[in-house]
């Protein structure tokens, strides 16, 4: 087998550098999420999450469930579930949801510190942890004061894809600027707020819509509602 060509060795370095780098943060997120949710009320456990149809426990199993799976188990599964990947992700949580909710926390707090994930970008992984952190703190009145390094860096990849969440399409055409950091992107009516709440407007959580300003909110609105 020959080797590789000098250019694709130095690409497969940068990527893997790139993947060092996300990794401590996807970790130290996750790490504030099992600390914010140590004290919950069984109630509170039950609170309906910004997912539809999910607690916040149950957001809370997805997520340990994304941190357990191998490219390979991830294959299983969709081939399992003949490519519903609805019919998967409830698969996966349900094997992680545990008795109790208690049981629900713990089995996160193990996997804090994981690097397993499906085949996905880990940037990716970042965006899951931060989305559905997002997805659980907010209905529970739990508030983040994030990174703005770790947060831009999630803003940044979202402008520029629509692999596993929509996000370049539904903000075409509109102009984004965060008040409170360096991100900015695209040309159009204008959107304004902070990069936390750009980030989860742009990613279809519309309650963040109510944060924003300019002349561009009510399209990435409409746009998110009629998704």
């Given at each position: 087998m020959t080797a590789p060509e000098p250019r694709l060795r130095l690409r497969r370095l940068r990527r893997l550098r790139r993947a060092s780098g996300i990794w401590p943060l996807v970790h130290a997120e996750r790490a504030a999420l099992a600390a914010d949710l140590a004290d919950l009320t069984d109630e509170q456990w039950a609170t309906p999450s910004l997912c539809s149809g999910l607690t916040v426990r149950e957001v809370l199993a997805h997520l340990t469930s994304a941190a357990t799976l191998t490219p390979v188990r991830w294959m299983a599964g969709v081939i399992r579930c003949r490519f519903d990947f609805n019919r998967q992700?409830?698969?996966?949580?349900?094997?992680?949801?545990?008795?109790?909710?208690?049981e629900t926390h713990d089995r996160f707090r193990r996997v804090v510190a994981s690097t397993t994930k499906p085949p996905v970008p880990v940037v990716a992984m970042l965006g899951e942890t931060i989305l559905h952190a997002e997805d659980i703190r907010r209905p529970l009145g739990i508030r983040r004061d994030y990174p703005i390094g770790t947060i831009t860096r999630l803003a940044e990849y979202y402008q520029g894809s629509d692999f596993v969440v929509v996000a370049k399409g539904r903000i075409a055409g509109l102009r984004l600027v965060a008040d409170d950091g360096p991100f900015a992107t695209g040309s159009g009516p204008l959107v304004s707020g902070t990069t936390l709440a750009l980030t989860m407007a742009m990613t279809g959580r519309m309650t963040y819509c109510d944060e924003l300003d300019g002349d561009g909110v009510s399209i990435l609105r409409e746009r998110g509602e009629m998704a």
């Open positions: 992700n409830a698969m996966r949580l349900a094997e992680q949801l545990g008795a109790t909710a208690a």
